[in-house]
């Protein structure tokens, strides 16, 4: 064996190695209550940090990949960096059988969201389910990394449920950076600013306001049955809260914008990555947010950040979106 080869089979070694501690550190889940978890660590590389005395709340949803019962399986946990490909899945429940029925909640069975470890690279899609109980979407993920793939659903007949599981996308992995709260975003043209604090353990109001060259947009169109949904994800270990609106389209008090309220209560203190889901004019785009419990409010101004190489603008993207 030649020294150049001797090298690659070292270096591969190396990465298999590297790749199964890793496994085994995301396989074991949040620690016990008391103790340091590796998401509190990863929390600590977004400029918080870990804090002993304040464990992983074992009741936010989609921290495990079982819960009621139900269970999430993987057709794959690895996905081919920028292809488009069928991603599958199934929930499994009582005796590991498929579940094939579902609550139809805003619109479709199933949410499905999807987004980096670090943070970024956001999708909120909605696959199709076959009658055996497997569950069918088309997935590009264009940046290498550790994601989370979060299903959010309601059996029939069962409690209202959010699984999470962890997929590899292979290649030279770039973290992004969220040095500071972000209350402003820019995306498609449309500037979005966030108000409200959040407190933990306490219902916060918290309004986005759509403008679009300055004007305030007052036609947002329902996008699965409200003007704009959010999604809050714990920057420490990617805790999940999904968040509807408060109103409704055609309930004789909810006007379609600029404003969408929401009422949101978050767990414990630290650091959240939030994402709001509006549609106007046929289409709909993400406004990508960073904020912290306790934080005062920043003047509705824009704020950019300086992405790394590869790396969407921190203000939001208009893509990736399911039926």
């Known amino acids: 064996m030649n020294t150049a080869t001797r090298v690659s089979v070292y270096s591969l070694a190396l990465a298999v190695v590297f790749g199964g501690a890793w496994a085994a550190g995301a396989a074991a889940g949040p620690s016990r209550p008391g103790e340091a978890s590796s998401g509190q660590a990863h929390g600590a590389g977004h400029g918080q940090e870990a804090s002993p005395a304040q464990p992983v709340d074992p009741g936010l949803p989609g921290l495990a990949a079982a819960d009621n019962g139900y269970r999430l399986d993987l057709a794959q946990t690895v996905v081919t960096t920028g ?82 599981a962890d997929i590899q996308a292979a290649g030279q992995y770039e973290p992004a950076q969220y040095a500071g709260p972000v209350r402003t975003a820019t995306v498609d043209g449309y500037e979005v600013s966030l108000s409200g604090d959040l407190a933990p353990g306490e219902s916060a109001t918290v309004v986005a306001t759509v403008r679009r060259d300055g004007q305030p947009v007052g036609t947002l169109q329902p996008y699965l049955g409200a003007y704009g949904h959010l999604v809050a994800l714990r920057a420490s270990d990617l805790g999940y809260l999904h968040v509807h609106p408060l109103g409704a389209p055609g309930d004789g008090r909810t006007t379609p914008g600029p404003e969408i309220r929401f009422a949101v209560e978050v767990p414990t203190d630290g650091r959240y990555r939030v994402f709001l889901d509006f549609q106007h004019e046929g289409k709909v785009r993400t406004a990508e947010f960073t904020l912290d419990t306790g934080a005062a409010p920043t003047p509705r101004a824009p704020a950019t950040s300086t992405p790394l190489p590869g790396q969407p603008p921190a203000g939001g993207h208009d893509d990736h979106h399911g039926n």
């Not at 619109?107 to 076959?130: F, I, M, N, T």
Request: avoid cysteine; charge should be positive.
């Open 83 to 164: 292809a488009t490909e069928p991603f599958r899945f199934r929930v499994l429940g009582p005796g590991d059988a498929a579940v094939s029925a579902f609550d139809v909640e805003h619109e479709k069975r199933l949410h499905l969201v999807l987004v980096r470890r670090d943070g970024s690279r956001y999708q909120h899609l909605h696959p199709e389910l076959a009658a055996d109980g497997t569950w069918s979407v088309p997935l590009t993920v264009a940046s290498a990394g550790s994601y989370r793939v979060f299903a959010d659903f309601k059996p029939t007949g069962g409690a209202k449920t959010t699984l999470g």
